[in-house]
């Protein structure tokens, strides 16, 4: 078997940028959830490390502790449980950056992301007030939204300049 990368504790959102880099959100343990630069052959540390703590109060060594392992380009603790990525083909800088959005379940939130080359850093963080399952691009750089659980709505958010 062949392996592309591995130490992935939950992935649940994939999107590849415009030069072809991968990119993923990654639910952690207790805290630790992770924004991830995908790259061939990397291990990135499940289980022996991780930026959170078991739900039983453990710890976890963080990634700093062991080099060895691939660390997220961003994390977060307290947990924002990421769900949906999509990365912009609209929403370009002038640096050949481009915008990822992520979703939040349990941050009630859509994130916007500036990824670059190697890194990436958080632009904005737009409160929702409810659980966000879904991001997707639409036509003229639109985002489809699509919120999580009961009343849940799908939502088409347009920019205007």
């Not at 453990?58 to 961003?74: A, M």
Request: charged share 25%.
């Amino acid at each position: 078997k062949t392996f592309w990368s591995t130490g992935h504790r939950n992935i649940l959102g994939l999107a590849f940028d415009q030069s072809g880099q991968l990119w993923a959100t990654e639910m952690g343990p207790k805290g630790g959830d992770e924004f991830n630069l995908i790259k061939r052959g990397k291990d990135y540390g499940w289980p022996m490390v991780s930026e959170g703590t078991h739900y039983d109060g453990r710890h976890i060594p963080n990634h700093s502790d062991f080099p060895k392992y691939e660390p997220p380009k961003l994390s977060w603790n307290p947990s924002i449980a990421p769900a949906g990525l999509t990365i912009s083909s609209f929403h370009n800088f002038s640096d050949e950056s481009t915008s990822a959005f992520l979703t939040g379940l349990r941050g009630q939130a859509i994130i916007e992301v500036k990824v670059s080359r190697n890194n990436a850093t958080v632009l904005e963080k737009f409160q929702w007030g409810k659980r966000v399952r879904e991001v997707d691009e639409g036509a003229l750089g639109s985002l489809w939204v699509l919120e999580d659980g009961k009343g849940a709505r799908l939502l088409k958010l347009s920019f205007l300049e």
